[in-house]
């Protein structure tokens, strides 16, 4: 980032906020949940401090959409609709997918706040998120109701929802890094270029809500 660059808000402090207790709170349930699954981590889990923690941490996680919903109501609506709605740029952006994988992003179809993978990545998120919630839900408070077959069959829902999770995590860190985005989802702001090259139709819409003295809504020089 250079002095003098324009950089433009791309996410609000509740969004940000909401990101990182979600990040936080799945790494932890993530590692402690592997202590209760896993035989050679089983001494960590002794005297149910795992268990715990898994459960403590599976309130933050659950509770993070309705801080979202109280900070950034209107950003959550967003997000969901968003994440849902594909247009013609979106599903060719897919089919170009794999530049985009290796670094090439020139000669990408314009997007929106959100690129098609963003989108996909968002969704499959919000769902695997109802998943492993209800999942765990059941577990925690129903499982004396259960019969053996459904108990497992939570169970096995509850992983491979989580294994999802943990795969979109990876890939996230990937993109993350490799088009250095993480900037983004620190400050807010990104740099009026990479919004520019990679979100064009996001930012030709804040351009067009110009206020009167020309400046963009929502921007500030570094």
């Known amino acids: 980032m250079y002095k003098g660059e324009r950089m433009v808000l791309r996410f609000s402090r509740g969004q940000r906020v909401a990101h990182w207790a979600l990040a936080v709170s799945f790494f932890v349930l993530l590692f402690s949940g592997l202590t209760l699954m896993i035989p050679s981590l089983a001494p960590l889990a002794k005297g149910g401090v795992a268990r715990?923690?898994?459960?403590?941490?599976?309130?933050?996680?659950?509770?993070?959409p309705v801080y979202y919903a109280l900070a950034d109501r209107k950003g959550l609506q967003a997000l969901i609709t968003e994440s849902f709605r594909y247009d013609r740029d979106d599903l060719l952006w897919l089919l170009r997918m794999p530049r985009y994988f290796f670094g090439r992003v020139k000669g990408m179809p314009p997007q929106g706040r959100l690129n098609a993978g963003e989108k996909i990545h968002h969704a499959l998120i919000i769902l695997t998120f109802i998943t492993i919630s209800l999942t765990g839900l059941v577990l925690w408070f129903g499982k004396g109701n259960l019969s053996q077959n459904e108990f497992l069959g939570m169970v096995m829902l509850h992983d491979i929802a989580m294994y999802i999770m943990v795969i979109l995590t990876i890939g996230h860190l990937y993109f993350?890094?490799?088009?250095?985005?993480?900037q983004g989802m620190v400050t807010g702001y990104v740099n009026e270029k990479y919004a520019a090259l990679e979100h064009a139709k996001w930012l030709a819409s804040i351009k067009a809500e110009k206020t009167a003295d020309g400046k963009l809504p929502q921007s500030k020089s570094a």
């Open 176 to 182: 993350t890094f490799v088009y250095g985005a993480l």
């Open 52 to 64: 715990m923690i898994h459960r403590v941490f599976a309130v933050v996680f659950m509770l993070v």
